[in-house]
């Protein structure tokens, strides 16, 4: 069973900046891609990044030119550099991987991301 573990939420002033990591149990080369997912308080889960084996990048709309998502393939690690953080991204973030020809599908269990002064 595949194991993927998020850390580094934290509470944060706006306009502060935060690292989150994602540590899987195995080697990331397996999944195809990767992603973060975030839920607000008493909101659905949504979509905030996605980087493929290739390294190929997308983003959500509300984080793009803020968010940088990264994974570093010796530590077996996803990362999500946040900067210019916003209330609104309050949320806990969720880590996501997938392999397309098995149709796997790995989460997290998440970590709590409050922006507030």
């Known amino acids: 069973q595949v194991q993927l573990v998020e850390s580094g939420g934290a509470l944060v002033q706006p306009g502060g900046s935060l690292r989150l990591s994602c540590a899987a149990s195995?080697?990331?080369?397996?999944?195809?891609?990767m992603a973060w997912y975030r839920q607000a308080p008493g909101q659905q889960r949504e979509w905030v990044a996605t980087?493929?084996?290739?390294?190929?990048?997308n983003y959500a709309d509300s984080v793009k030119g803020r968010f940088t998502i990264s994974r570093d393939n010796a530590k077996n690690t996803l990362y999500l550099q946040m900067n210019s953080l916003k209330p609104e991204d309050t949320a806990v973030y969720y880590c996501?991987?997938?392999?397309?020809?098995?149709?796997?599908?790995?989460w997290g269990k998440g970590t709590l991301v409050t922006v507030s002064s």
């Open positions: 996501n991987a997938r392999t397309f020809a098995y149709g796997t599908n790995y």
């Open positions: 195995g080697s990331i080369f397996s999944f195809d891609a």
């Open positions: 980087i493929t084996k290739e390294t190929r990048t």
